[in-house]
């Protein structure tokens, strides 16, 4: 079955959304953190070689922890302890509720690169 090549735009957005970057219909995961083996609508194998969503996995990780940082930096320093515990809870919501959504982008970057550079 052949497919129309997605953007870089609507792969990001279906990967966002837990879909399949290719053909936006498939879901990426069987549970909350795990990866499905490939797309059950157009077949594509989700992750052929896993350690190759590592690299995008490590600086998505890494913005999500330097954004708290350069907020912090650049003055927001609440002074009272309930601000400070408020923000460090939001930090560490946003971080564990969007881990499936960072995956999938991994994913969909992953994809990106395999159809790129055809490997
Ligand atoms: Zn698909």
Redesign the pocket.
Known sequence: MKHQQPSLGVVLRRSWKKH?P?????ALFRSWFKLREC?S????AIQPRPGDTWGFWIIGDRIFVAVPMIALYLGFTPVEWFPRLFFLGVVVALFFFTMPMRLGICVGLDYLARRRWKV
């Open positions: 399949c290719r053909c936006g219909k498939g797309c609508v157009c077949g594509l």
